[in-house]
């Protein structure tokens, strides 16, 4: 069983950069993939990125490829999202989420969800 608690977000000016943090309980979280997905109000939820047990295997999506950056620190069981160069169309509710072994971008996929933190980009 794994759990997943997100912080960070919150208010940025376009331009600006956020980073979040995911935090898993669970001793076995290294052996799972961590991903970002995020929903915008009024749309369905979408993938952002993911990353392997490993950090050998990395997804983007092509909205955030060059501004956004997965990580992760398996001693730490922590998965990152470092978002730059944020537009408002970032503007949304983030979420980190866990699969076993290898991410993929579909949703229904992932196993485990955290809580959302909000994520607001003002032009």
């Known amino acids: 069983q794994v759990q997943l608690v997100q912080s960070g977000g919150g208010l940025v000016q376009a331009g600006g950069s956020l980073r979040l943090s995911c935090a898993a309980s669970?001793?076995?979280?290294?052996?799972?993939?961590g991903a970002w997905f995020r929903q915008a109000p009024g749309k369905e939820r979408e993938f952002v990125a993911g990353?392997?047990?490993?950090?050998?295997?990395?997804l983007s999506a092509d909205s955030v490829k060059g501004r956004f950056a997965i990580s992760r620190d398996n001693a730490k069981n922590m998965v990152y999202l470092q978002m730059n160069n944020l537009k408002p169309e970032d503007t949304a509710v983030y979420y980190c989420?866990?699969?076993?072994?290898?991410?993929?971008?579909?949703?229904?996929?992932?196993?485990?969800w955290g809580q959302g933190t909000q994520v607001t980009v003002s032009s």
């Open positions: 990353m392997s047990m490993s950090g050998g295997r990395i």
């Open positions: 669970g001793p076995t979280f290294r052996t799972y993939a």
């Open positions: 989420a866990a699969r076993t072994f290898i991410p993929t971008m579909s949703e229904t996929d992932y196993d485990y």
